[in-house]
């Protein structure tokens, strides 16, 4: 995720950090260490790959949240791993 906006009006100020490059044991660590409210999110979306349909509608929350939430997650584990 490259670009700071969605289709969703969901905009950031700071750039979404890729991810990918981490396997999902990494993940699954870093997913454990975030606020309990952001782990079904980054877990649905980064480690079982589901997609933000699938996960907002799983969780009962808008995909505009479910993006926020994901960017927080994401930001998150990048500044975990250095």
């Not at 409210?37 to 509608?57: F, H, N, W, Y």
């Not at 479910?66 to 500044?79: D, F, K, P």
Request: glycine fraction near 4%; charged fraction near 25%; proline fraction near 4%.
């Amino acid at each position: 995720m490259k670009n700071h906006e969605f289709d969703l009006d969901v905009t950031f100020e700071d750039s979404t950090p890729d991810l990918s490059h981490l396997d999902a044991a990494t993940l699954e660590r870093e997913i454990a260490n975030l606020p309990v409210a952001l782990q079904p999110v980054a877990r649905g979306i980064l480690v079982e790959k589901r997609t933000m349909s699938d996960v907002s509608q799983d969780l009962g929350i808008r995909q505009a949240v479910l993006v926020r939430e994901l960017h927080r997650a994401s930001v998150s584990i990048a500044a975990a791993i250095g």
